[in-house]
């Protein structure tokens, strides 16, 4: 069974690994856009607008907006 089209890199419908999650986290950090995150991890921009807000938190009575790589999941 020759599968010629197989590929281990990025597919449609696939999760954020936790490295990506942490390069968003430090790339936020740095004062990169999410469209420019978005273009150096090589995904869509909606992917990463999304993960941006879900793990978004607001610190000093919601003044202050930090992503946290592990705020958005669930345990």
Not at 4 to 24: A, C, M, P, V
């Amino acid at each position: 069974m020759d599968t010629q089209n197989y590929t281990t890199e990025h597919r449609k419908g696939q999760h954020l690994l936790s490295e990506e999650r942490h390069e968003i986290e430090v790339r936020r950090k740095d004062g990169w856009s999410i469209y420019r995150i978005a273009k150096h991890l090589g995904r869509p921009y909606n992917t990463i607008k999304n993960e941006v807000a879900r793990g978004t938190v607001y610190l000093y009575n919601g003044k202050i907006a930090r992503y946290k790589a592990n705020a958005g999941e669930q345990r």
